[in-house]
């Protein structure tokens, strides 16, 4: 059976890995065949690259720019130089290093090998405390751990040699060597980007509150992220120690951090290919920036020396590119959409599930229950002591004036933010107030303004919510089947591959709905589901939502403005009024209730 979406598309990958090879091959095979200062250009390129491709891992997936990965490369330089060098060599240059570092040696690979796996650690563990915060926030911590990394190795001489720098490393890293670790290092990312981690990572960089509402932990998602590419950073650090055989704390601080933030963001921060794309053009360009600050002369005109043109360059192309485009020459393309056409692989092609229900098959029926719910905000008390039901199966309706309160109770519904008092309930259980933890104990949601993963496909959406805690809570093959009624349901499997921002605003509503459900939930919460729709768009979404129930057994909770559908549609009525449960009943008996027709219905609603 195919899948709704593969986890992994080994078919990118590979060929992606293909084709940004090429140039590296192209590289190397240059390298080797010139020697001298060219082929020392292009390894050190070759490791700015998997530096590059370390700040993409992290970067590029979870939004966060990051001038840290500067520092876990020195510290992978700075340990692989001293692991690595002998001990005769470093009694000389730090004979009273900790840790007795300078009494023995542990050769070029096994150093860099040890050195790689105690940046990783010391990266997981300050990654616990930035992961936990974003944005420019996240930024500035890591420009702190840059400056943090830069004073220590300058100031702390019985360790790194101090401002003088460290020498007397094994040059070992030949371009070939430096090579393989790059296309190593090239298919980690690929695969990274491909993966449902890295996705994850992506639907956080688009929209954290939708990602948590799938079940996905930002902290979490950060973390792994963040380790990854320390790892990887620290890699192109040491690779660059054992290809130069010596370094100083000002060849890791800023220059090197603004380089190769350009290269990234100039190619397409979002893109493993623009990574590439990336470090070849500002490598060439700084080249002939280079040649031009030694002065020229053009018939009269004549440029005096100028050293300064190199950075003045990297300024250029960095303004100029955010300008022109901000997301880089790639954006978030890769290399094979230019050479491969999209299969639609990722349609679930299967008759309609009918009567394949969700919930376990040891479960008959649930109930959610809304046990007087309060939401203070400040002064303001924005909830009052709601008490709501809904069973599985069924239909339930929440109506009321614009500031009554509905959004808020479903916010605290669905974990989005906690009560004030009372408890949210399935059966006789407490639910945790948090939306991932809510999710995981089958409550979905939808938003009143659409929150979709934007840049990334609808099967990708859609995949997420799946693999995140639907196969966990139900037979694999009957949620996917499930799942793939619903897609052909709102008719979404020909849009399966387009990216989620480029859909009509119809569509938008329907994929909400279908990553909803991906989540194989007990209950769904729909926040005006037709809001801005036609009749016929309406009445698709009023069709969906009775199979949800009826065929499907998921307990709905409707929050709509438009009466005849949500009149029509429901079983049971929720009235709320400044905060307050007005009335609950039946749609009949909801028209006919002279405080609903006062609060909200108006007096022409029989």
């Known amino acids: 059976m195919k899948k709704v979406a593969k986890r992994l598309d080994i078919k990118r990958v590979v060929i992606r890995s293909v084709l940004l090879t090429i140039p590296l091959t192209i ?37 966060i720019v990051s001038f840290g990965h500067i520092g876990f490369a020195a510290l992978g330089a700075y340990l692989t130089g001293i692991l690595a060098t002998e001990p005769d060599v470093k009694g000389f240059r ?32 300050l990654g616990t405390v930035i992961s936990r915060i974003g944005g420019i926030s996240a930024t500035m911590v890591t420009l702190a751990v840059l400056i943090i990394v830069y004073t220590v190795m300058n100031d702390w001489v019985a360790f790194s040699g101090g401002a003088e720098g460290f020498f007397g490393i094994p040059v070992t890293a030949s371009p070939v060597l430096v090579f393989i670790f790059a296309v190593f290092v090239l298919v980690i990312a690929s695969v990274y980007k491909e993966s449902i981690p890295g996705l994850r990572a992506q639907a956080v ?66 893109s493993v290919s623009g990574a590439v794309i990336g470090v070849i053009l500002i490598t060439v360009g700084n080249e002939i920036f280079r040649w031009l600050s030694n002065g020229f002369t053009i018939g009269a005109i004549t440029v005096p020396q100028n050293p300064g043109m190199t950075d003045i360059f990297l300024g250029l192309v960095i303004v100029v590119t955010m300008i022109s485009r901000g997301s880089g020459l790639m954006g978030s393309r890769e290399v094979e959409d230019f050479v491969i056409k999209t299969k639609k692989s990722t349609h679930v092609d299967i008759a309609e599930s009918r009567k394949t229900s969700f919930i376990s098959e040891e479960i008959v029926s649930k109930t959610l229950r809304a046990d ?47 009560p004030t008092s009372g408890a949210v309930l399935i059966d006789s259980n407490e639910v945790a107030a948090s939306s991932e ?20 496909t609808v099967a990708a959406n859609i995949q997420i919510a799946l693999d995140s805690v639907g196969t966990k809570r139900a ?67 009023a069709d969906v939502i009775k199979m949800l129930a009826e065929d499907l057994g998921v307990g709905v909770v409707v929050v709509d403005h438009d009466l005849p559908f949500i ?40």
Do not use: H
């Not at 990783?120 to 563990?125: C, E, N, P, S």
């Not at 609950?584 to 022409?604: D, F, H, K, M």
């Open 205 to 270: 960089r688009e929209d954290e509150l939708a990602a948590r509402a799938m079940g996905v932990s930002p902290p979490r998602t950060r973390l792994w992220s963040w380790t990854l590419s320390a790892a990887i950073a620290a890699t192109g650090g040491g690779l660059l120690a054992l290809f130069l055989g010596s370094i100083t704390p000002r060849d890791f601080y800023l220059k090197l951090t603004f380089a190769t933030v350009a290269m990234l963001f100039v190619g397409g921060v979002q």
């Open 567 to 606: 009149l029509n549609l429901c079983s049971k009525m929720f009235v709320m009024e400044s905060g307050k449960l007005i009335f609950s009943g039946t749609p009949q008996e909801t028209r006919q209730n002279e405080a609903v027709i006062a609060a909200y219905l108006g007096s022409g609603s029989n």
């Open 372 to 418: 007087s719910l309060s939401k203070s905000f400040g002064g303001l008390l924005a909830v009052k002591s709601v008490n709501l039901e809904v069973e599985t199966g069924r239909v339930v309706g929440l109506i009321g004036p614009n500031g009554s309160g509905k959004s808020t109770l479903l916010n605290m519904l669905s974990g989005v933010i906690p």
């Open 437 to 456: 933890e809510a999710s995981r104990e089958g409550i979905a949601r939808t938003f009143q303004n659409i929150r979709l993963f934007g840049d990334l």
């Open 27 to 63: 590289a190397v095979l240059v390298a080797t065949g010139t020697g001298g200062s060219i082929s020392r250009l292009i390894t050190v390129a070759m490791i700015n690259l998997i530096i590059v491709l370390g700040i993409q891992v992290f970067t590029g997936n979870t939004g």
């Open 475 to 541: 037979n694999p093959v009957k949620a996917e089947a499930a799942v793939s009624s619903i897609i052909s349901k709102l008719n979404l499997t020909d849009v399966l591959d387009r990216k989620a921002n480029t859909l009509p605003y119809g569509l938008q509503r329907k994929l909400e709905i279908a990553r909803a459900m991906a989540l194989m939930p007990n209950f769904v919460l729909l926040d005006e589901p037709v809001a801005g729709m036609n009749e016929v768009e309406s009445a698709e979404i």
């Open 94 to 125: 730090i004979p009273d290093a900790p840790f007795g570092l300078s009494k023995f040696s542990l050769g070029p690979v096994l150093g860099l090998l040890v050195a790689v796996l105690i940046v990783t650690v010391l990266a997981f563990a």
